[in-house]
């Protein structure tokens, strides 16, 4: 096994810290909110702050984007079928990295790299508040989702940290 970075060995002191004040051991599997959140993985986002939750109250699905893939959707189908929650709330953001990559010229060169294009897309795009409406869109039409009346779309700012809600109409 190889050595742990000097990063990987401070974030495991960290964690020793936290275990050892550690106060969340009756928290349930199920949200107490019964909100699922799906928003970026972007580093600057703290969804429990920006949102005022607090560990146990809702779901939280990270992934490049925010992207409503096929993935999120398991996640969100289990969510709600198994889990409880009732409400999904979208977070995309401003100055998101999949603003900046031209996905052609990313799969390009990856098959050139590699000799195979990735078979997942990165699902890029230019406007935030439209690619929140296209997400509420794929929530809308699965079959695996029962629970779409109530999905609320919004876009987090990253120099201010203001959500500003995102209505389906342009």
């Known amino acids: 096994m190889p050595d742990m970075s000097p990063q990987v060995t401070e974030l495991i002191g960290y964690n020793r810290e936290f275990a050892a004040a550690f106060h969340d051991a009756d928290l349930q599997v199920q949200p107490t909110r019964q909100i699922a959140v799906v928003t970026c993985m972007d580093s600057r986002i703290d969804t429990f702050a920006v949102l005022g939750l607090a560990n146990g109250e809702a779901h939280i699905i990270r992934n490049a984007g925010g992207v409503i893939t096929d993935d999120v959707i ?9 889990l409880g929650t009732r409400e999904i709330i979208l977070v995309h953001h401003t100055d998101c990295g999949l603003q900046k990559v031209d996905e052609a010229e990313f799969r390009d060169e990856l098959a050139a790299e590699l000799g195979v294009k ?6 890029t795009f230019a406007d935030p508040y439209e690619d ?33 809600e995102v209505g389906l109409d342009h």
């Open 74 to 82: 398991r996640s969100l189908c289990l969510s709600q079928r198994f």
């Open 118 to 123: 990735p078979w997942w897309s990165l699902e």
């Open 132 to 164: 929140v409406r296209q997400s509420i869109q794929r929530l809308s039409m699965t079959p695996f989702i029962p629970h779409k009346h109530q999905i609320a779309g919004f876009v987090y700012d990253v120099t201010d940290g203001v959500l500003h």
